[in-house]
């Protein structure tokens, strides 16, 4: 499994959930109850895990769907 993307952020980490279930890339997150137990000063990120093959369609589909300054996707 490869890391697609690290945050502190449950919102975040849901929102790439979606977005790579949305393109049938199955996500799995890591260290989330390590950063439970951890408690609130957020010393431990969560990562977002991919299986080997999708790395490089994961990375495209998040970075396409990244909210630009305005905060619309990219084109």
Do not use: C, T, Y
């Amino acid at each position: 499994m490869k890391e697609v993307m690290r945050s502190n952020d449950p919102v975040r980490l849901s929102w790439a959930k979606a977005v790579l279930a949305g393109e049938a890339i199955a996500a799995v997150e890591f260290d989330r109850h390590a950063a439970v137990l951890d408690g609130s000063i957020l010393a431990i990120q969560r990562r977002l895990m991919v299986a080997d093959e999708d790395l490089e369609a994961a990375l495209a589909v998040l970075a396409a769907a990244e909210p630009d300054a305005a905060g619309e996707p990219a084109p």
